[in-house]
């Protein structure tokens, strides 16, 4: 927090700011300059609000200048986090793909479609047993049935298991059959979960909320690490605005954002982003040439009659000439990196 | 749902949207027209997506034309639901004043808070034992000695508690303690937590979330009631918007509009909607004018020290003063509801 | 702008952002402190993009502290603006009230609704002649024959004239007939507009743009007050969001928000605000007890055949019903503001 | 426009909404189906408020089943538009790209910049002689003069020149100059410029404004095209939203989007959607591979200098190597569309 001091500011007023930092426990440190003080304060374990000292005498403003998180940021570890699970990873060289039906609805069903993933090299596999729906009289998922379905398909393809876990008393049960942990968008503000997943021996997939900032997507992914968990993968899944053309709106800019300040990685998914079929195609396409490290989308063998989500799931051919785009995109992507690399 | 053909559209067209919704165990009305058909489909547990049939060959639109909810809605109860707590209630003849700090920090701050509130004879005290937020760094709360202070506020001046509970595991001690039970903005779909609620004995206060539509709020209080509690008292406190003059932007319209569609009461909390003291007693008074069942707002004897939200909260003396022109702004709004229903 | 620079920054670091500052012609104002220096820059004629700086090695962070303007700000004008129209006024002590139908239709349609205006004492009556409309289908206005309608609403009822005007080339005609000149939420930042409203005789209404913030919607006054034309009146009229339960999103904390910082009066325009009929009175009511100068709302006396946003006009026994409601509440405002005056 | 009565609906009730319809000077054509009543609208010249109907008895809904725009549409021109400037065109086979910087400010630095976009075999320029700035304080272009500067850039440099136009009265001089008139965002709904420019002879750029919806925008080109001017490009630049990470978020999605609804070419800006340098290459890279028919970024041989926008601005050798990644880009994504059309 940096406390910048009316150009009028008596000395008194400094004083009174020097004090309620001093009784806040803190330290205050004056920086008097040619026309105005300046006063910067550390040991403070969190960030400070700026409003309770916008209104103290002489002040003109009060500005947050230290980042909120810690162990998500890249002045504590530089180089990329890459997430390994068994032989496939996420955050590597070659982009990561997740791929399956919104909901298992049947052993047939989930079979079917991890066929089709699988043949393609694809090396994970999405699927929810637990649904958060925003109706009661939607349907909730198999649950644990579900989750036995999803080992299935690792036993028969060798799948890597992405599957949502919705609260903390279902953690060690959904840990039993996953590989990757999957916090939805509504839950990525439930700190009770957060902290919880922070205990688990499973990488996090982290996705991002339907009105989080980039600062509160980092500060849940700090939640989980702070306690312990390091292996948090962030997920672009659309936000909320106005626009009403797509059911959420993609917003690619936080991908390149996110690798300016945080050393995790970061997928798109543009199922849920765009909620549309015919759009998950081109923006998949675009969420690997803005850079990200993989995509999560979903497959359908007869979306029209999917018990959830069905209009966004992509049928087995399209899945097979996306996972060819994508590959082809990502290569001219990492030649001009390493051309600027180079270069630069 | 009901499904518009384009005017072009053939009978097998027809007869396919009617197979679908066969196959997906509903049933199909066609009500052929001059130039077009309209298929409505009953049957259905929940909503149905549109997508699913937009995509079908002559399909011109789909529309939902039955809410997706139904215990919180007027259809099902036409006269308005009051909430009765002891001798104190929300949603009948007079605005219900829950007032107190955002955090219970000590047991002499709360005293002393305490006490401000009760000698404006308002009935309901908050203050946060249990506190969600946005850094694992920042204060988390007393947790249960926090809800034993507020024991101690209750004994000694009747005041009735308002406390906000976090997750399922928790339920059972905060309703030992408290006599509301608070739903933060971040946990209004954590549908987990509401389910459990739906067993609590005591009433549900639900904060609508920071980018949450009428309906995903209504669906919410769907989910507490669906489980057996009607008890549930909405409250808005501002959702998230482009605009940066306030931390979030207070939306009075939905009131009426909630008031229009459900008899469930809603309140208003402008200290979490604007962020700021000088525009809590404003927006306080539009509350009341724009026909609320009450408000919520943050009181502190020295905000300048608060653990959380200390910009936010009034000045006892300011409280004081606001408690008197609810009143008297809710008595314009009383007669003139009595001499429209007279006129009307 | 201040610059702060990070605690390592080399004193050569400084010496290049100080260059900068003085390649552009500024002055810069060095403040070493304990531990980081923050660079002061006066002398720029308008704000400077904080991104030129925070480009530049060594920089931590650049911030505005000078609000961009000026002559809208009560830096330079403390008390409130009264802008007087004959012997109607906005912005003095009581609530101005602009009433009339949405669109000029016809000679009978005008007069019937300015009967109705006048018979409750209202001194401004609204209507639009030019439309600024979405779709170029849509009905556009009557255009000068519209004017002239309005000119005998003023003649027979001695109401002052509240009309639109969409273009430049239009300011002198429309200037003949009004007395109050509008400009549309969608011209908020045609600064060629502006400008030539800055030289008009009459005094401007000015709605906010539907995505504007706070500091836009100033520097558009800003606009017409820097080429002379200090009579600018602001008006709130909903913003767009992702919330569907009314066409815009009344964000009702701008009025005390614009109060804190300018001088200008600032009415709220609830019809457009929120698209329906129902919702209209109680955020009128809202919209006085949040402290604005007064509210302008539609009226018609067939709103089922109006040309124009029918569904939000209201009926004449309403708004008679509306005007009294206004009175009566802004009285307890003015009491309580009396009373804090008088203790505060 | 599509009236669903109640299931409950008299027959009056159906007559009651005939004739209002009948009232309007419209055609209504009742459909009776099995369980309700569906009435459709036909003759009206532009889309109807459905709010007019709803609040008729016995009416459940009232839904727009027309698009509101005709010329814009593929209902009325299946094939793309590809709008040729010259031996150079907009909406081809090629991605086009723009280039330039924000402002022209000079002769020198435009000739500079002219060079480095001209030797990359980019054919269209752009550059600001007419600023539209939120403050009236910001640098408002060099007029008359940078448009003499831009001729000179054609003249040596046979690039095609793109530049804003403000306002009706400047369009004659600006016409004189540029090759694309570019109408800004803030002016996409200034519907008198719009008109005015379609009586343009030269083609338009129509930049998406900050809050406008898909509809909005089509029915802005709508505006341009009814007055006989069929030769306009759309652009993505961003919409206003919540998110802080970005200046703008970035809307990609409504690249397929507007695709799949009008037959007229898209642009994408990532220097004003995003406004930061490090943003602006990934995202012009993933709006390549959203399917764009091109994109405009902004190019300054010493961005630290630029008068406006600067840290948007791409550095000479960052466009450079761009050029060569879109152009590769494009390649994959022109090579996938032929085997899907091949396939499919």
Redesign the interface.
Known sequence: M?I?MRSDATEDQVEQVLD?VR??GFKG??????????I?I?GN???L?P??F???PGV??A?R?TK??KLVGRDLKHDNTVIRIGDAEIGGAEPAIIAGPCAVESLDQTMEIAEVVASCGVPFFRGGAFK???????FQGLGEEGLRILDKVRDRFGLKIVTEV????NVDLVERYADVLQIGA??M?????L?RLGHARKPVLLKRG??A????ML?AA??VM?EGNYNVILCERG????????RN?????????VQ?LSHLPIIVDPSH???????VI??A???????ANGVMVEVHNHP???LS????ALLP?MFV?LV??IR??HK??A??EL??AA?G
Chains 1, 2, 3, 4 share one sequence.
């Open positions: 940096l910048v309620l009784q806040l440190h004056s920086m008097p300059g040619a026309s105005r003080t300046a910067g550390t374990p969190g960030p609000d409003g309770q916008e209104d103290l003109a403003e500005i200048v909120p998180y958060p729906r925003t109706s009661p009289y939607a919705l609260d903390p008393e509504r839950n503000q439930n700190f009770s979960l902290k339907l009105s900032t980039l600062d509160e500060l700090e939640y702070s936000v909320r605005t106005f626009a009403d053309h797509t709106t993609l917003d690619l800019s936080i991908v390149p954002a300016n982003g765009t909620g549309r079929r015919d759009k081109p923006l396409r675009a969420s690997i040439a803005v850079g029209e009659l999917a989500d069905g209009p966004q051919e000439q060819r785009e082809d995109i001219v992507i030649e001009a051309n600027a270069n």
